[in-house]
């Protein structure tokens, strides 16, 4: 039962070989074997949207995927978004907007969002509240959280992220 | 919240994954989207012994259009609904229900036959499925067979698959020439379990309902039709006012039809209100959109 085995995945760019247990999650494995603490853990059911990252291009949550299941993956996570100490303009977006108080929910949000735009490059307000019902914040009251989303929606920024 | 101990087996062929479900049966749950299962087993709510993850087997998320049907794999992504061309020219109504399905995220991953496979009766796609009178194929060693979707969802959580059966595609009618289509639902929160929802698939001919098929979901055990409330708007326009006591009938049988339990997030009499309202907007929905759809020379 629950054999060990060598996961091996990119992530941000930079490659990773560790063991995990089979029963693992990927937001465990992110977090205790390669030190991506950037990814929170909130609920473990897919409810929160806090441990929100890439699996080879497409938003998904950690929680409801094994180490296992992302062997020989492409990840990204909200540590690949500022390239060195520019914030990407996103994040420069939630800053200036007030869009985040303690920050736990803010990691899963930008990586939501970002897949997000690519898709829908120019949302309304209400799309984006549509988008934001599956992350919750226990702190901004969300509407700072979409003017930030709202202002980069549309300035060509975002899409090159995620691919 | 972490999973029980189980083994982790990822075929990469269909014969690999149905041998590995005839070999362990009862024990072993496939492995889909993971957006039902993974929860479950980080809940402790399930404890299988073998986890066979299908999300590497080939060949199973391919789309197929013949026959007036769209053929679509139990591993495409739900997301595809929304986003495909094809898929939302071809299956309005599916695309329709699409943005209530989990949220954003989650539909990155969440599949169309784990969904069907997983059977909730508050699931969009079962409802949907059921509405277009639609089928799923089911795989096993000891063959292969179709399943209607009136067939299909036994009761909350339970579908008539086998132990050792794969749900491998899902056969949706295409909209046709005359048929318009509607999508409702109400839930406490965009993205929550719905508290009521309904769908409709109606065709119009000279000016009244030729066919039309009301589904309602989240209100009973499973999905249902509600052939009754249905059968009042055949032969009738629904303008005017004829039209507006022809649909309030309608949704009040269809209220009648529901079977709705009592929670903590809302009553039967809320729900059955909840549906008689929904069955009103779906059915108004599909009227309208049939006469756009003739109006523009069919789809
Ligand atoms: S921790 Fe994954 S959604 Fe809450
Ligand atoms: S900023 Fe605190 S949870 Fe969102």
Redesign the interface.
Known sequence: ???HREIAVTVNGRRYREAAS??M?LS?FLRQRLGLTGTHVG????VC?SC?VHLEG????S????A??ADGTELRTVEGLASGDRLHPLQEAFREHFALQCGFCTPGILM?AL??LA?NPTPTRREI???L??HLCRCTGYAPIIDAIAAVAGTGTTPEVTS | MKPPPFRYVRPDSLEEALALLATHGDEAKVLAGGCSLVPMLNMRLARPEVLVDVNRVGGLAEVRADNGDVTTGAMLRQSAFERSPQLRGALPLTAACAPYIGHFVTRNRGTVGGSLAHADARGELPLVLLTLGGSVLAESRRGRRSIAAEDLFLYHFTSALEPDELLTDVRWPAAAPGWGYGFAEMAQRHGDYALAMAACALRRRDGVVAEVRLGLGAVADRPLLAGEAAGVLVGQSLDGAAGDEAVREAASLAAAAAQPFEDLHASVAYRRQLVSLLSEQVIRQGWLDADDRAGEGGP
């Open positions: 039962m629950s054999d089979d029963r999650l465990d609920c473990e059911h897919g949207g929100t497409a938003a998904v949550r929680c409801l995927l094994l296992a299941q939501a897949d997000f898709h509240a549509e988008m019902s599956g």
